[in-house]
């Protein structure tokens, strides 16, 4: 089974993520979306982490 998490931004962080330059703002995606992507790999689904739905 495969999980989608869905991640929003405060409108802070939307705001600074735009003032980066878009090389740098790749980066900082790129980590986010490893970071989860290990999150979701090794989390164990416990009752509070779970994703909805399931």
Same mark, same amino acid.
């Given at each position: 089974m495969k999980i989608i998490w869905t991640i929003?931004? $405060?409108d802070e962080a939307e705001r600074d993520l735009k003032m980066l330059d878009r090389s740098a703002?790749?980066?900082v995606l790129k980590g986010l979306n490893s970071s989860y992507s $290990? $999150? @979701?790999a090794s989390i164990g689904f @416990? *009752?509070?982490a *779970?994703?909805?739905g399931i």
């Open positions: 929003e931004f $405060l703002q790749l980066q $290990l $999150l @979701s @416990s *009752r509070a *779970r994703p909805a």
